[in-house]
């Protein structure tokens, strides 16, 4: 079962125990969500933090404009 849950993790990168532990139960498996959680932090797995998405670099008339550094060592 192990292998399954390291599979559907490594598979579904953004599911965490919870839901992986639910698509076992969609399945017919009678693995819990603790055990499922057990499992989980046995073996390490953990949800990568997620990015904070780049702002846009164009103004609402259409401009293109990325600020530059005004001075030496700036950014």
């Known amino acids: 079962?192990?292998?399954?849950?390291?599979?559907l993790a490594?598979?579904?990168?953004?599911?965490?125990?919870?839901?992986?532990a639910a698509l076992l139960q969609a399945v017919g498996s009678s693995m819990g969500r603790v055990r499922?959680?057990?499992?989980?932090?046995?073996e390490g797995l953990t949800v990568p933090q997620q990015h904070r998405p780049r702002s846009r670099l164009w103004l609402n008339d259409?401009?293109?404009?990325r600020l530059r550094p005004l001075h030496r060592y700036q950014v």
């Open 36 to 42: 499922v959680r057990r499992i989980w932090l046995r």
């Open 1 to 7: 079962m192990t292998r399954v849950i390291v599979a």
């Open 62 to 65: 259409g401009l293109c404009v």
């Open 10 to 20: 490594s598979e579904y990168g953004r599911f965490g125990y919870r839901r992986v």
